[in-house]
């Protein structure tokens, strides 16, 4: 197998090179030069328009073309384009993505929206990235803002915001259907249909679904973790008047979500693996109106609802979350460019404990209220030449009260084709129902092993405090952007991040509550640690010809935590390199090549550390126009090995691997 998949690469390069089409002739890989794309419009910055070369932040924008022709099937495989954001797949359906380090399942310092829609749940204060899914040739971008981002986007944008931000219905006109499926890829589609309702008014409307195979043990066997999902959705933009427009967008899912769960037993060997059927469902509206006062003078009020239900084999979860958002930018005066806000957000959450003898949460359900407001001013102190930007959110949650963030940013421009910029911030995680409410047994020592030396069984529990306070960050960052001329930019960020008030666990008494059958040993959640990461993050685009493209990023991150002896963070990987090439041999074929190399790294595991081996793997894939219309891909994922591991799971662990595959795809655009 391992020579099967390159070798029909080659069979499919040799045919997709002979088919008939003038070499090259229209054969640009993207509409835009590097200029012209160090000059698209973000958002996620600023809170506002503003080009990415003048945006004081460590910012990537992964483009639609980058993500077709990277062969991603998910959001989170997206995610490994951009520099400094740690991917690592867990299993078949579930993923730990971060921002400069502490990865994991539970990953809680990266804010994550789909078109300003937070997907942050109070229940770990995290994001269920197998819950989250778009129609990824309905996504026009994705911003990926390293860093605090926290004086605008307020608590959890810790150390990041990535914000999906998909087409608007007017610029999806016409239908679209895919189909594919592969080895891993078993089978997935998707339809899509746009339509114009009335000279101001279109819309969309989309049904997708797939289903994925097990990956695999160590030793080869079945890892039981396949899964399926369907998704729909819909999308509305009204033009209502000159001066207002208006979005609605809603989407609804179903997931069938297999895995195989290593749990904590009172009896011999005190652990067992079971089979479970994991199930989701929920769905989300959102309604946002745009009012412009004039060219430097607007509003937007934003309302969403979001819903979902998450039953596995030990727990269940049903929660529902109301977010209200307004802000008003303006222009107070030529060298004055001012962004303020209000926030309001309610969600409410019922836990029913299915196992309560592993895990439970109490009270089983609570409503959590958040109340904020943010002014940020960026002031222009020599025209076309410094800025400068100053801001703060004030946020109140249920869990520690009032908490500030702010910011100070200096960017500078001594020539067109420079910008060098700073800055400095504070964020703060707040506490979710894990800290606050939980209860946990992750593992059961037997009589006389190890540090159990009395003759009954030993629970070592973990246990939520309500006395928990926010953990925080004070970040220093600088960088530099270079576009000398159409065919060449680089990008290089570094940064230093000083963390206090960091989660830890201190033992408690034991209790013997439950003798003969077993003692107890808990470890209360608390701010104990504290510690520091600082690296450097750099991105290059080099096109070569007119159809050749490289694209090459490298970061660099170092991790030094002062952990106590019963909690460690997961220590994410010290390099990351990143290269991929994009090649047009002929008018109506694209080739291309992505080869990634990621170093060691380490979970934090509730039966102890694990270490993750460094990996290095290559995606590769072809794409061949049969009419403007109509498109074929395959792609061949980790071609390099046959399997590897990336990440496991902080609780119930059981360690899978990511195998090599292959799937094809017809896309057709009608």
Aim: glycine share 8%; charged share 20%.
């Amino acid at each position: 197998m391992k020579k099967t998949l390159p070798s029909l690469f080659r069979i499919a390069t040799a045919i997709l090179v002979w088919l008939p089409g003038s070499p090259h002739a229209d054969a640009d890989l993207t509409d835009l030069n590097l200029e012209e794309l160090m000059a698209v419009k973000i958002t996620s910055v600023a809170k506002k328009v503003q080009s990415l070369q003048d945006s004081a932040a460590a910012v990537f924008v992964i483009s639609n073309e980058d993500i077709k022709r990277s062969g991603a099937t998910s959001i989170p495989d997206a995610l490994r384009l951009a520099p400094g954001i740690d991917v690592g797949r867990i299993d078949s359906n579930k993923w730990a993505v971060s921002s400069r380090g502490f990865n994991g399942r539970f990953a809680n310092k990266l804010l994550v929206l789909i078109d300003g829609r937070n997907l942050y749940t109070p229940a770990f204060a995290g994001v269920y990235w197998e819950l989250q899914d778009v129609m990824l040739e309905d996504v026009e971008r994705i911003e990926v803002v390293r860093g605090s981002g926290a004086a605008l986007w307020g608590a959890n944008a810790v150390n990041g915001v990535i914000n999906i931000i998909t087409k608007h219905s007017a610029d999806t006109q016409g239908g679209l259907v895919s189909a594919g499926g592969g080895s891993e890829e078993r089978a997935f589609g998707a339809f899509r249909y746009g339509t114009r309702l009335n000279d101001t008014t279109t819309a969309r409307a989309y049904l997708k679904g797939f289903e994925r195979d097990a990956l695999a043990r160590a030793n080869g066997s079945g890892a039981g973790d396949y899964w399926n999902k369907m998704q729909g959705g819909f999308r509305l933009d009204s033009e209502v008047s000159d001066a207002d427009s208006l979005t609605v967008q809603g989407d609804m899912y179903s997931a069938d979500l297999n895995q195989q769960l290593s749990l904590a037993t009172l009896t011999a060997p005190y652990r067992q693996v079971v089979g479970d059927r994991a199930m989701a469902s929920g769905g989300n509206i959102v309604s946002r109106w745009q009012h412009d006062f004039s060219d430097t003078s607007n509003t937007t009020l934003q309302l969403y609802l979001d819903s979902y239900n998450r039953r596995e084999g030990f727990i269940d979860e049903e929660r529902h979350t109301t977010d209200l958002d307004f802000q008003h930018h303006f222009a107070l005066n030529a060298w004055n460019d001012i962004i303020w806000g209000l926030g309001f957000r309610y969600s409410s959450s019922d836990v029913t404990d299915i196992r309560p003898d592993l895990i439970s949460f109490r009270p089983s359900d609570r409503d959590n209220s958040y109340y904020s407001g943010f002014l940020q001013d960026q002031l222009t102190l020599i025209d076309d030449t410094l800025w400068l930007t100053l801001g703060s959110k004030l946020e109140h949650n249920d869990f520690t009260g009032f908490e500030v963030q702010p910011t100070a940013r200096l960017m500078w421009a001594p020539h067109p084709h420079h910008r060098l910029w700073g800055a400095i911030s504070r964020g703060v995680r707040i506490p979710s129902r894990v800290d606050a409410d939980m209860s946990l047994v992750g593992q059961i020592l037997p009589p006389f092993s190890g540090q159990n030396v009395t003759p009954f069984p030993l629970e070592l529990a973990v246990m939520g405090s309500e006395t928990y306070k926010a953990e925080q960050v004070l970040a220093y960052e600088i960088g530099y952007r270079f576009s000398p001329n159409p065919a060449f930019s680089i990008d290089v960020a570094g940064f230093y991040n000083n963390y206090s008030t960091l989660r830890s666990f201190q033992p408690g008494a034991i209790d013997t509550s439950q003798l003969p059958a077993a003692l107890s040993q808990p470890f209360y959640i608390n701010n104990g640690n504290a510690g520091r990461t600082y690296g450097i993050e750099t991105s290059a685009v080099m096109k070569m010809l007119d159809w050749w493209r490289w694209d090459i990023s490298y970061s660099a991150l170092q991790t030094e935590l002062s952990s106590n002896a019963y909690y460690q963070e997961a220590v994410s990987p010290q390099h990351k390199i990143s290269l991929r090439a994009s090649v047009n041999p002929t008018s109506n074929v694209t080739l291309d090549a992505w080869l990634r190399y990621v170093d060691n790294a380490s979970a934090f595991t509730l039966t102890g550390p694990a270490h993750i081996r460094s990996y290095t793997t290559l995606d590769l894939r072809l794409g061949w126009k049969l009419s403007r219309g109509v498109e074929l891909a395959l792609v061949g994922q980790n071609l390099l090995d046959n399997r590897h591991l990336e990440y496991i799971q902080e609780t119930f662990t059981q360690a899978t691997e990511v195998q090599r595959g292959v799937y094809g795809k017809i896309t057709w655009e009608f």
